[in-house]
């Protein structure tokens, strides 16, 4: 698929399929892959579902292996990924090597997966169907933080799973529909804190250049100014996708390319921005089968 002028690239983070990756991965980046097995132990792919250790190499190698794929990527206008996606953007406009960003990768599923289990009993709540200012209000009712603010009618909140219950049972009371995800840790909160400082030691470790692309960080809504400081910053901070598709927009970007297996940005993309066009690289693949 050829990338016109004008478009953006996005990157998934957590909650994407790779059930059906391996394979591709293994064609386009056979040597990565190899990489990812010494530096973890084992095949990330087969315990993907899991945890977010094994879940985050996976989907970057995921990512990337489509990333390939794509024509003329240059000529995008600019790269986003959502959180662990950010890392995915970054390498795929050659800020990092692919070898670097893949250790950072298992570095940082390794830390997210330990802080989360050495915190507490964590997990994370999506509140549907309302606003981000009701999202934070039931976030500072029931003691825990809004993590992820992806679309309108789509704020994510992390904390430990007795607040957020709290925050469930807040919500009904107040008409607010709400959702447990599946995940092991209370991720892009506080919580995250004790992952912090060795993952910038392992940031420190990297050698990053100057993107061929503007990589945009989901922590500030805007171009990266400070790649190291903000990758770290973003393990306890919220991912403001709503505000950096807002900033891509106001950028000049209309079309947008979601390299992801799934569809997940690619749905958020007309959500978030009107008379945009949303590109996800799989249908289109399925499409030219």
Request: charge should be negative; glycine fraction near 10%.
């Amino acid at each position: 698929m050829r990338v016109e002028r004008g478009s953006a690239v996005l990157f998934p983070g957590q909650g994407v399929s790779v059930a059906s990756s391996q394979p591709r991965v293994q064609e386009a980046l056979p040597s990565l892959l190899a990489l990812a097995g010494e530096l973890i132990g084992e095949d990330c792919f087969e315990r993907a579902g899991e945890s977010t250790r094994f879940a985050q190499p996976a989907i970057f190698l995921s990512s990337l292996a489509a990333f390939l794929e794509l024509e003329d990527a240059t000529e995008a206008l600019a790269f986003a990924g959502h959180s662990l996606g950010e890392l995915s953007a970054l390498a795929a406009a050659g800020a990092l090597s692919f070898e670097d960003a893949l250790e950072l990768v298992v570095a940082r599923g390794r830390l997210m997966d330990e802080s989360g289990r050495s915190s507490g009993d964590g997990s994370m709540l999506a509140i549907l169907r309302s606003t981000p200012e009701v999202a934070a209000e039931l976030a500072d009712a029931a003691g825990v933080w809004v993590a992820n603010d992806n679309a309108p009618g789509q704020t994510v909140l992390a904390g430990p799973r007795t607040g957020l219950r709290l925050a469930a049972e807040i919500g009904r009371e107040r008409g607010v529909r709400s959702l447990a995800l599946d995940v092991t840790g209370a991720f892009h909160s506080p919580w995250m804190a004790a992952a912090q400082g060795p993952f910038r030691e392992a940031l420190a470790s990297a050698t990053f250049s100057e993107p061929a692309v503007t990589v945009f960080s989901g922590l500030t809504a805007a171009p990266f100014s400070d790649m190291r400081e903000e990758l770290a910053q973003a393990l306890t901070g919220p991912v403001r996708w709503r505000e950096t598709m807002a900033a891509l927009a106001a950028y000049g970007a209309r079309t947008f390319i979601d390299v992801g297996p799934d569809q997940v940005l690619g749905r958020l993309v007309t959500r978030n921005v009107e008379d945009a066009t949303a590109i996800s690289l799989e249908e289109h693949r399925v499409g030219n089968a």
